[in-house]
Nanobody, 127 residues
Framework: QVQLVESGGGLVQAGGSLRLSCTAS????????MGWFRQAPGKEREFVAG???????????DSVKGRFTISSISRGSVKTTLVAQMSNLKPEDTAVYYC?????????????????WGQGTQVTVSS
């Protein structure tokens, strides 16, 4: 089992920035893929960004490319936290943001590929 806890959401004005964190615990292996998704009311869950715990090239959704950056933080030799730095936020970025883990996958942009999810954190961007 993997436990994921998101934090860092809140209310921000358009053009502002927020930093989301996802702390992982339990059975976390470096080969896992970590992703951020978001879901606005009445809309499907949308891929935001993701990367393997071991690092490498991160993937981004088209709507956030160039504005969001993800990175991982280690405690000793173990990756423990996935961070999403969000800048130049827009009202359409308003959503609940979820962190998720996939232990095996074919398409990391599909929510159904992920087995473990956090509870989500609300991000609201005012115009």
């Amino acid at each position: 089992q993997v436990q994921l806890v998101e934090s860092g959401g809140g209310l921000v004005q358009a053009g502002g920035s927020l930093r989301l964190s996802c702390t992982a615990s339990g059975r976390t292996f470096s080969s896992y893929f970590m992703g951020w998704f978001r879901q606005a009311p009445g809309k499907e869950r949308e891929f935001v960004a993701g990367t393997r715990w071991t690092g490498g090239i991160a993937e981004y959704g088209d709507s956030v490319k160039g504005r969001f950056t993800i990175s991982s933080i280690s405690r000793g030799s173990v990756k423990t936290t996935l961070v999403a730095q969000m800048s130049n936020l827009k009202p359409e970025d308003t959503a609940v943001y979820y962190c998720a883990t996939a232990t095996k996958w074919e398409n990391v942009r599909k929510a159904e590929e992920y087995e473990f999810w956090g509870q989500g954190t609300q991000v609201t961007v005012s115009s």
